[in-house]
C-alpha cells in the first residue's frame, strides 16, 4: 500500500505541487490590493505614481496647470465610486 | 481637501486625492485637478492634412500635429498605445511648447493649420483651447483628430476655436465601444450631433476590423445614421485595420471589405466615401456627386491634381461641401 502512494505522489506530486503554487500566488494578489487596482482601473480613476507626478512637475517636465470642467465631490461619498 | 469630478467627459470620474482620471493626466492634487500635461506635448510632426485624415478641409496643405500622452478611451487596436496609454510621468519625452511657442514654429515651418491629434486630444483640451485660440488670431486654423467621447459643454467651448474634426465612429454598436474601447457609443453619437449644430467643419472615419465590426448590415445602419444626422454630404472615411497593441490575433481588413463597406455607404446616398491605409486610387479621389467629374486626384497622402474651381465642378458647377480656401 505504502509502495503504491509513493508511486503515486512520485508521479502526480509535482502537480499538486503546481497547483498549491498557484493557489498562494493568487491569494497573495488578493490580500495585497491586486483586484482592487484592476477594479479602480475601471471604475472612473487610477492610482498612479504621485511622487513622480510631482517630481517631474518640479522639474518642469510637466504642470501643474489647473484643469477646466471639474467640481470638488461632496464628502460623504465613496472614493473611486461615480 | 478630497475628491473631485472631472466633467470633461461621460466617464465622469470620481478622483481621490493623489490619484488621475482614467485618461491618466488629468490629476487631484491637494484637492485640485490638474492637466498635468499642459504645454508639455510628446508627439510634433508636420503631417499632410491628407493624413488626418480631412479630404475637405485645406487639400493638400501640411498641418503643424502636437499630441500629449494619455486618453480617456482604451481601445484594444490602438495605434499610438505607447503614447495615449501612459501617463505623462511615465514618458521620456515631453517638449516644452506653451501656446504661442506652438503657433509661432507653426507659422516658421509654414504650416497653416495645427492638428491636435495621435492621442485624444480630449484630455488635453484645456492647452488645445488657448494654442487654438492664439492660432486663430494668428491666421491659422485648428483642426482636431478625435474619438468624440466628450461632454457636450466642453465640446461647445472647443467648437468656438476648432475650424475642423475628425471623429472616429469606431462602430455603430455599444458592445464593440464596451468591450474594445472602454466606452459607449450614445456619447459619441450626441457628440458628433454637437459638432454639426455648431458649424464645424466635420468628417467621420471607421476602422473595419474583421469579426469584430465588419457586418454590412451594421455599416449600413451607420451610413443611414450619418446621412440623416449629419447630411449625406459628411465625408466618410474606411480605413483598414492593421494588428496593433492588444489586438494582434486579428489579420490585417481584407480589402474586399473595405471596398463592401465602401458600396453600401455609396448606396445609402452618402456621397463622399473613402477608403484609407489602402492603395486605391479611385476610393481615395473625390468625384463630382452630380456628374462623376473627378475633382480632387489622391495618391496616398499626395494630392495629385485639385480641378475645383471655387469649391464647386469644373464641369456642372455643383458646390462641394468642404472649406478650400
Redesign the interface.
Known amino acids: 500500500m505504502t509502495a503504491l502512494v509513493l508511486r503515486h505522489w512520485r508521479r502526480d506530486g509535482p502537480l499538486a505541487l503546481l497547483l498549491a503554487a498557484t493557489l498562494v500566488a493568487v491569494g497573495g494578489f488578493v490580500s495585497r490590493g491586486g483586484l482592487r487596482d484592476l477594479a479602480e482601473a475601471t471604475q472612473g480613476w487610477r492610482r498612479i505614481d504621485t511622487a513622480a507626478v510631482l517630481q517631474r512637475i518640479s522639474s518642469g517636465d510637466l504642470q501643474d496647470h489647473e484643469a477646466l470642467w471639474y467640481h470638488v465631490a461632496p464628502q460623504a461619498a465613496g472614493v473611486g465610486r461615480r | 481637501m478630497?475628491?473631485?469630478?472631472?466633467?470633461?467627459c461621460p466617464?465622469?470620474?470620481?478622483?481621490?486625492e493623489?490619484?488621475?482620471?482614467?485618461c491618466?493626466v488629468?490629476?487631484n492634487?491637494d484637492?485640485?485637478?490638474?492637466?498635468?500635461?499642459?504645454?508639455?506635448p510628446s508627439a510634433i510632426h508636420i503631417d499632410p492634412m491628407e493624413k488626418k485624415p480631412l479630404f475637405h478641409f485645406h487639400p493638400g496643405t501640411p498641418v503643424f500635429s502636437i499630441a500629449t500622452a494619455g486618453c480617456n478611451l482604451h481601445c484594444k487596436n490602438c495605434q499610438n498605445w505607447q503614447l495615449s496609454q501612459r501617463?505623462?510621468?511615465?514618458m521620456e519625452v515631453?517638449f516644452?511648447a506653451y501656446p504661442q511657442e506652438v503657433v509661432d514654429r507653426a507659422r516658421e515651418e509654414g504650416c497653416t493649420s495645427v492638428a491636435y491629434t495621435y492621442s485624444d486630444p480630449i484630455i488635453f483640451?484645456?492647452?488645445v483651447y488657448d494654442t487654438a485660440e492664439l492660432a486663430h488670431a494668428q491666421g491659422l486654423s485648428n483642426v482636431f483628430i478625435t474619438a468624440g467621447y466628450i461632454?457636450r459643454?466642453?465640446l461647445r467651448k472647443l467648437c468656438r476655436v476648432l475650424d475642423a474634426f475628425n471623429t472616429d465612429l469606431k462602430a455603430f454598436d455599444d458592445g464593440f465601444y464596451r468591450d474594445v474601447c472602454?466606452a459607449k457609443l450614445k456619447p459619441v453619437l450626441d457628440g458628433l450631433v454637437t459638432c454639426r449644430e455648431e458649424g464645424a467643419w466635420l468628417e467621420v472615419t471607421n476602422l473595419v476590423i474583421p469579426t469584430l465590426n465588419d457586418d454590412m448590415a451594421m455599416i449600413r445602419r451607420m451610413s443611414k445614421w450619418i446621412r440623416d444626422e449629419l447630411g449625406a454630404g459628411t465625408p466618410l472615411h474606411f480605413s483598414r485595420f492593421q494588428p496593433m497593441y492588444r489586438m494582434r490575433n486579428l489579420p490585417p481588413t481584407p480589402a474586399e471589405s473595405l471596398t463592401k463597406a465602401w458600396q453600401e455607404a455609396r448606396d445609402v446616398g452618402l456621397e463622399y466615401v473613402y477608403i484609407g491605409n489602402l492603395y486605391d486610387r479611385k476610393a481615395g479621389s473625390t468625384y463630382c456627386p452630380k456628374d462623376g467629374t473627378l475633382l480632387i486626384e489622391r495618391m496616398g497622402f499626395r494630392v495629385i491634381a485639385n480641378n475645383l474651381v471655387n469649391g464647386a465642378c469644373p464641369t456642372c458647377g455643383q458646390t462641394i461641401p468642404g472649406v478650400w480656401t
Open positions: 478630497g475628491e473631485v469630478v472631472c466633467e470633461l466617464k465622469a470620474c470620481r478622483i481621490p493623489g490619484g488621475s482620471g482614467d491618466r488629468r490629476v492634487l484637492g485640485r485637478l490638474r492637466a498635468t500635461t499642459y504645454g508639455r501617463g505623462g510621468e511615465e515631453l516644452r483640451s484645456e492647452y461632454n459643454d466642453p472602454s
